[in-house]
């Protein structure tokens, strides 16, 4: 994460006073609410039995308190956990109990933030925020914030991976240690966590085996405001394998979130050097594919106007936007979105996402009916 603001977890505090809830979708597609009544809701994703799980951060609890990384004060609770979308609508907790931080809002800072499977074995995120050796602050179960859980389908979760002591160790990026778990991929033999305050990618192997996998801010771009330090600092909140094997790494990018100032990036399947793949984009939070390739993206705001065009540039609504293969833009899909937190294409090729990330009683989880990608056409021979 930009050390100028420090923590995908704060991203939040940053934002959620400039988010609006206002426009709607583009397009003739209205969305459906799935379910709702959920508390701080941010990733989801499909297992292969066609069942939809959604992550919810919690807002923590009565205490231990301490001072969070933006001032506020944020408590320990166990209103964490994971829940599974009904096929008639609703929802139901599946796991419970989870650790989580939370503000006197009821806006979560720590938590379960991401989900992927790989069969029935579901991967989660524990975002946290902060220096590794400053989790035992907050006692009871806090040593979970940091780390990469294994959750079988019986409900049962044990941590795999320590990421924030993965992030004490090596500190690829050389900035302050700071380690913030966010978006997982789960893959054969293999686990990709996107860690925010760490400005890193990092992959864990099912043997045990830790490494770095790629550090996004070695990139290149469009040189920072003047008087702006670290605008292009990458934040990678989020990772998808590509229709190319390749991976993709959605990028939220540092405050104080001017517009254009983040991107989608590519990486070699196995590491590597990165090339960016959609530039002048805003605030990412998520990524992923539908089955014809098409690369979709949430932003979270949409962000200030660059210096010096003049003042922000409101309202901050989050987005869902699309660009098909061969397409050379984008288009948007969903706007007016408040806090959205996730995204995932389904079997049935519509988007589904959650919305009112920050909010402990009005999270949600809604369905857009999409039309799909265009085909391509290979030349024939």
Known sequence: MNRTCTRMGTVAAALVTGLLLCGGPVGAATPEKLAGDLNNPRGLAFAPNGALYVVELGNGG???C????????????????????????GSKRVVDGLPSLGLPSGQGEGGPTDISFFGMVAYVTMGWGGRPDQRNVFGGRSDLFGSL???LPNGRYAPVADIAGLEGEKNPDGGAVDSNPYGVLALPGRRLVADAGANAIFEVWANGWRRTFGVPFRLSGPPAP????????????SVAQGPDGAVYAGLLGAAPFFQGYSAIVRFPP???DAEIVVADVTTVVDITFDHRGGLYW??????????????PIGPLQGRL??????????????????FPGGVE????????LTNNGTSPTAGEVLRLPLTPCPRRHRPRH
Not at 229 to 236: D, E, L, S
Not at 323 to 335: K, Q, V
């Open 226 to 237: 003047k008087g702006v330090p670290g605008a292009r600092g990458p934040v990678p909140t």
């Open 345 to 352: 294409i389904g079997w049935d090729g519509d988007a589904y």
């Open 66 to 89: 301490a001072l969070g990384p933006t001032g506020g004060t944020r408590c320990y609770g166990e209103s964490g956990g994971i829940s599974r979308v009904l096929p008639g609508g």
């Open 321 to 338: 936007l699309r660009r098909c293969p061969g397409a050379t833009s984008s288009e948007i899909l969903l706007s007016g979105l408040n």
């Open 149 to 151: 859980l294994r959750v």
């Open 298 to 311: 949430l932003e979270v705001g949409r962000g200030l106007a660059s210096p010096p065009a003049g003042p």
């Open 62 to 64: 009565a205490g231990p």
């Open 270 to 272: 196995f590491g590597g």
